[in-house]
């Protein structure tokens, strides 16, 4: 019979080797219950998720590559200083991290009267990988909600605020 | 099933049971901890291993001697958020997660006014968009009263409390009845934030002009030119005379000078003359003589 020291070895083998999947995930957006005067134009309402989405590839290419440039296309303000932040502790520890987002459940909360800010909320699910000079420490599926605070740029609309918050 | 898939799945399962027990065992980690405060992480057995706290907002990695409890310091974990926290010893490795949860005490408010300048009297006509932020600049989610309070040079005060919903309140009020500028503050507990908001007169209301003769000429002048709440309106504001006589017009935009406007026209018999601004109309007078 196979020793259960050997299967421990072997599980903890697989999750080493194993790798994160690049995969669309998939998106769920929940009707528009906006506090606020404003309303929300469908158009508006696409371009904030589709640059929101985006914005999930910046930051996890960012992350994985410790390459803070990589956040300047969809990040501005506390969002991209707190992330190049991790960015830089990161590479001081000679470690990185892989997220890829699994699924996406969105909601817009607010849409400021001036038309300078969109809320939105995300329950995402998203596998982690924390890598320390190339060895995988560990790899795990997490969900977390975010609040995530979009402003207008030139052509985009740009994360200012990406925090989750306990369920 | 096949014999041998059963046994995979059950030693898997042992497996699984025995990552759980050591999971159990080795790591006890907080549920949520408040951004920026102090706390440890419990951690049993013997040996060392490399602990590793991982997120979006920070990334933390420390040798521990397993069997004492990891002490993080006030401020060492202060960006809130999702919390991976690996152990990883030679022979295992265990994780587990936790939240980081922003300071219940705001600190920073990111208040947004508009317009920065519009006319007295408009119902709804100035916004005010508050952030709640606190003293790391983590969004404060959790519902918290936020005061808007607009000031008028007048001493009028208009107020509205607004309780937060994830993080972001707003509020519309009405532009005062006088002009000048005005005082626009958001406040959560001690923390404030100003805007100026200038409040400039409205469009002319009850515009009047007179006529005199002045040889061949009508001399044509308003009365002081002031908006509906008794504002004056300001000097360069434009005024169109207009003279009709046989079914032709003739006009002239004359700019508001100390309050009045003024226009010499000729004088017709039968000729009618009209004031206007903008889309504000004023009186008429019809010339006989």
């Known amino acids: ?6 299967l421990l070895i072997l599980v903890t083998g697989f999750a080493a080797t194993s790798t994160l999947a690049a995969a669309q995930a998939a998106v769920h957006v929940e009707p528009v219950n906006l506090q606020g005067p404003r309303h929300l134009e469908a158009q508006s309402q696409a371009a904030v998720i589709r640059d929101y989405l985006r914005a999930w590839n910046g930051f996890s290419a960012a992350l994985e590559q410790n390459r803070p440039e990589l956040l300047d296309v969809d990040f501005v303000g506390t969002a991209k200083d707190k992330l190049a932040g991790t960015i830089k502790q990161q590479s001081e520890l000679g470690i990185h991290t892989r997220y890829q ?11 400021s009267p001036d038309g300078l800010s969109i809320e939105l909320a995300d329950k995402v699910e998203y596998d982690v990988q924390v890598i320390d000079h190339d060895k995988v420490v560990t790899t795990q599926r997490e969900s977390a909600r975010y ?10 609309w740009k994360v200012r605020v990406f925090q989750s918050v306990p369920e | 099933m096949k014999p041998r898939s059963s046994l995979l799945f059950a030693c898997l399962g042992v497996a699984a049971i025995h990552l759980a027990f050591a999971q159990a065992e080795r790591m006890s980690l907080p549920k ?8 440890s992480i419990q951690i049993t057995g013997t040996g060392n291993a490399a602990l590793y706290i991982v997120g979006p907002g920070q990334a933390i990695r420390r040798d521990v001697q397993l069997g004492q409890p990891a002490v993080f310091s006030s401020g060492s974990l202060y960006n809130a958020g999702h919390y991976l926290a690996v152990l990883a010893g030679s022979s295992f490795s265990e994780t587990g997660s936790f939240d980081v949860i922003p300071a219940s005490k705001p600190a ?3 208040f947004l006014a508009k317009p920065s300048r519009l006319p007295v009297g408009l119902h709804d006509g100035i916004t005010g968009a508050v952030y709640v932020f606190d003293g790391y600049h983590n969004l404060i989610a959790a519902p918290t009263p936020v005061s808007f309070e607009l000031s008028a040079s007048s001493g009028a005060v208009q107020k509205h409390i607004v309780a937060s919903h994830d993080g972001a309140a707003w509020t519309a009020m009405d532009s005062t009845a006088e002009q000048g500028s005005d005082k626009f503050v958001a406040r959560v507990g001690d923390v404030s934030s100003t805007r100026v908001v200038g409040q400039v007169p409205g469009d002319p209301c009850g515009l009047k002009m007179s006529a005199k003769q002045d040889g061949k000429k009508i001399q044509l002048t308003t009365d002081p030119v002031r ?12 005024v169109t005379f207009t003279e009709t006589y046989s079914g032709a017009q003739s006009t002239i935009d004359a700019p508001l000078k100390r309050g009045i406007a003024e226009a010499a026209m000729e004088a017709r018999a039968g000729a009618t003359f009209s004031v206007a601004s903008g889309v504000v109309m004023g009186n008429q007078i019809g010339w006989a003589k």
Request: charged share 20%.
């Open chain 1, 1 to 6: 019979m196979t020793s259960p020291k050997f």
């Open chain 1, 101 to 111: 987002d699994r699924s996406h459940d969105l909601q817009i909360l607010f849409y």
């Open chain 1, 147 to 156: 609040l995530v605070v979009l402003t207008p740029a030139e052509v985009r």
């Open chain 2, 32 to 39: 949520a901890v408040e951004a920026g405060v102090g706390f």
């Open chain 2, 108 to 110: 920073n408010l990111s």
């Open chain 2, 227 to 238: 908006d509906c709440h008794g504002n004056a309106v300001p000097d360069g504001t434009i």
